[in-house]
């Protein structure tokens, strides 16, 4: 049984990194892809500023029921200011093109921040750059990155692939369960799921 279970588990793991569709650019413990990028705000976001803390990246799209199911109810804030009170950095990211939904200017992100009262830095991505570095697919896809710059987790935010808010008190909160475990200093239990959500409409 145990055998059977350990293949399982190496079948199910493979299948979610294949998911991300990188070409091996992104998998956990390498080093995470560097950018350089502007927020919301016109401040310079830069990944290596960041060694020696963790850093959450979360893809997002206001337009996708997926990102609705944990902005609506409340949960995506709430995780944002659990841990950015920790002292983690967490970056909000944008990679639809212009034209296209899940496309914001900054001046309406800033607004949509307030009313969603976030907790978050907001990235904006319209040329895809940052997503294509990590060959995020989904919003939500989110990726955990350790103080030294290495990816910790990658994945879904959670085990339960629907828009529907009620599954969220039942679901297992990947992310969260990943930040508790390194905060407490403990290894990672699980560090690798399918993310699930809907797609990012790059530029080409």
């Known amino acids: 049984m145990k055998a059977y279970s350990l293949v399982w588990a190496t079948v199910v793991l493979g299948a979610a990194a294949l998911a991300f569709g990188s070409s091996g650019k992104v998998s ?58 920790k002292g983690v950095v967490w970056l909000t990211i944008f990679s639809s093109s212009e034209g296209n939904q899940g496309y914001y200017p900054a001046s309406q992100l800033n607004k949509l921040a307030a009313e969603k009262k976030m907790s978050s830095t907001l990235v904006p991505d319209a040329d895809g750059t940052i997503g294509k570095l990590y060959g995020a697919k989904n919003t939500p896809t989110m990726f955990i990155i350790d103080p ?21 008190a039942t679901s297992k909160n990947f992310v969260a369960a990943a930040l508790d475990e390194a905060l407490a200093g403990k290894t990672i239990t699980t560090t690798v799921s399918r993310p699930y959500g809907c797609g990012i409409k790059y530029k080409d």
């Open 28 to 85: 956990v413990g390498a080093a995470a892809p560097t950018f350089d990028a502007v927020d919301s705000h016109g401040k310079s976001v830069k990944l290596d500023d960041y060694k020696g803390k963790y850093v959450v990246l979360e893809w997002s799209n206001f337009g996708c029921p997926y990102v609705q199911k944990h902005y609506n109810s409340g949960n995506m804030q709430a995780l944002q200011k659990k841990y950015t009170q």
């Open 148 to 168: 030294n710059g290495h990816i910790a987790y990658m994945g879904g935010i959670d085990d339960k692939a629907t828009p529907d808010p009620a599954d969220i």
